[in-house]
Protein backbone atom coordinates (compact mmCIF):
# COMPACT_ATOMS: atom_id res chain seq x y z
CA UNK A 1 0.00 0.00 0.00
CA UNK A 2 1.39 3.18 -1.06
CA UNK A 3 -0.20 6.41 0.37
CA UNK A 4 0.45 10.00 -0.94
CA UNK A 5 -0.59 12.69 1.73
CA UNK A 6 -1.61 16.09 0.34
CA UNK A 7 -3.87 19.47 1.14
CA UNK A 8 -1.55 21.24 4.03
CA UNK A 9 -0.90 24.96 4.33
CA UNK A 10 -1.08 27.84 6.20
CA UNK A 11 -4.28 29.16 7.60
CA UNK A 12 -5.62 31.14 10.44
CA UNK A 13 -7.20 30.27 14.05
CA UNK A 14 -10.57 29.37 12.74
CA UNK A 15 -10.23 28.63 9.42
CA UNK A 16 -10.78 25.12 7.50
CA UNK A 17 -8.59 22.95 5.96
CA UNK A 18 -8.95 19.67 4.02
CA UNK A 19 -5.97 16.71 4.19
CA UNK A 20 -6.05 14.40 1.44
CA UNK A 21 -4.53 10.92 1.45
CA UNK A 22 -4.75 8.51 -1.43
CA UNK A 23 -3.88 4.97 -1.39
CA UNK A 24 -2.79 3.31 -3.85
CA UNK A 25 -2.12 -1.02 -3.79
CA UNK A 26 -4.34 -3.37 -2.25
CA UNK A 27 -6.60 -2.32 0.68
CA UNK A 28 -9.21 -4.11 2.25
CA UNK A 29 -12.60 -4.10 4.68
CA UNK A 30 -10.15 -4.77 7.62
CA UNK A 31 -7.60 -1.66 6.51
CA UNK A 32 -7.88 1.11 9.03
CA UNK A 33 -6.77 4.23 8.00
CA UNK A 34 -5.36 6.63 10.13
CA UNK A 35 -4.42 10.45 10.48
CA UNK A 36 -1.70 11.37 13.06
CA UNK A 37 0.34 14.32 13.64
CA UNK A 38 3.95 15.63 14.90
CA UNK A 39 4.81 18.71 16.92
CA UNK A 40 9.02 18.99 16.47
CA UNK A 41 10.46 17.24 19.44
CA UNK A 42 6.87 15.61 20.40
CA UNK A 43 5.82 12.46 19.97
CA UNK A 44 3.84 11.21 17.01
CA UNK A 45 -0.03 11.77 18.18
CA UNK A 46 -3.23 10.16 17.50
CA UNK A 47 -5.94 12.31 15.42
CA UNK A 48 -8.40 10.38 13.78
CA UNK A 49 -9.20 6.83 12.08
CA UNK A 50 -11.50 5.20 10.07
CA UNK A 51 -12.49 1.55 9.53
CA UNK A 52 -12.56 1.33 5.28
CA UNK A 53 -15.43 -0.66 5.31
CA UNK A 54 -17.82 1.16 7.24
CA UNK A 55 -18.65 4.17 9.20
CA UNK A 56 -16.59 3.18 12.69
CA UNK A 57 -14.52 6.43 13.42
CA UNK A 58 -12.58 7.56 15.90
CA UNK A 59 -11.23 10.60 17.33
CA UNK A 60 -8.85 12.08 19.66
CA UNK A 61 -9.73 14.42 22.39
CA UNK A 62 -8.63 17.81 21.10
CA UNK A 63 -10.03 17.34 17.66
CA UNK A 64 -13.23 16.00 18.39
CA UNK A 65 -16.29 18.35 17.09
CA UNK A 66 -14.13 20.05 14.83
CA UNK A 67 -12.13 17.14 12.64
CA UNK A 68 -13.86 14.74 10.42
CA UNK A 69 -12.54 11.78 8.82
CA UNK A 70 -14.04 10.40 5.94
CA UNK A 71 -13.69 8.34 2.38
CA UNK A 72 -14.40 8.15 -0.84
CA UNK A 73 -14.19 4.52 -1.86
CA UNK A 74 -14.23 5.37 -5.87
CA UNK A 75 -10.93 7.32 -5.56
CA UNK A 76 -9.62 5.14 -2.59
CA UNK A 77 -8.96 8.34 -0.74
CA UNK A 78 -9.28 9.44 2.87
CA UNK A 79 -10.01 12.72 3.78
CA UNK A 80 -9.40 14.67 7.23
CA UNK A 81 -11.78 17.53 7.13
CA UNK A 82 -10.43 20.28 9.90
CA UNK A 83 -12.96 23.40 10.85
CA UNK A 84 -12.24 25.56 13.41
CA UNK A 85 -8.49 25.21 13.62
CA UNK A 86 -6.47 26.23 16.20
CA UNK A 87 -2.85 27.51 16.81
CA UNK A 88 -1.93 24.04 19.16
CA UNK A 89 -3.41 22.23 15.72
CA UNK A 90 0.19 23.41 14.10
CA UNK A 91 2.25 19.97 13.32
CA UNK A 92 2.86 17.78 10.62
CA UNK A 93 -0.11 15.58 9.56
CA UNK A 94 0.43 11.87 8.28
CA UNK A 95 -1.74 9.36 7.04
CA UNK A 96 -1.14 6.12 7.76
CA UNK A 97 -2.73 2.31 7.05
CA UNK A 98 -3.13 -0.86 9.68
CA UNK A 99 -4.28 -3.76 7.72
CA UNK A 100 -6.54 -5.14 10.56
CA UNK A 101 -7.48 -4.17 13.55
CA UNK A 102 -7.49 -0.40 14.87
CA UNK A 103 -5.03 1.50 17.05
CA UNK A 104 -4.61 5.03 18.63
CA UNK A 105 -0.51 4.25 18.63
CA UNK A 106 1.32 5.27 15.47
CA UNK A 107 3.95 1.81 16.03
CA UNK A 108 0.68 -0.32 15.20
CA UNK A 109 0.36 1.10 11.62
CA UNK A 110 2.14 -0.58 8.85
CA UNK A 111 2.19 2.08 5.98
CA UNK A 112 2.81 5.89 6.14
CA UNK A 113 2.51 8.60 3.36
CA UNK A 114 5.16 11.41 3.62
CA UNK A 115 3.53 13.89 5.69
CA UNK A 116 1.88 17.51 5.11
CA UNK A 117 2.27 20.26 7.06
CA UNK A 118 -0.46 22.50 8.64
CA UNK A 119 0.21 25.82 10.20
CA UNK A 120 -2.57 27.70 11.79
CA UNK A 121 -1.90 31.53 12.58
CA UNK A 122 -3.42 32.87 15.67
Known amino acids: VQLQASGGGLVQAGDSLRLSCAASGRTFSSTVMGWFRQDPGKEREFVAA????????YYADPVKGRFTILRDNAKNTVYLQMNSLKPEDTAVYYC????????????????WGQGTLVTVSS
Open 96 to 111: AAKMSGSSFNYYDYDY
Open 50 to 57: LHWSGCIT
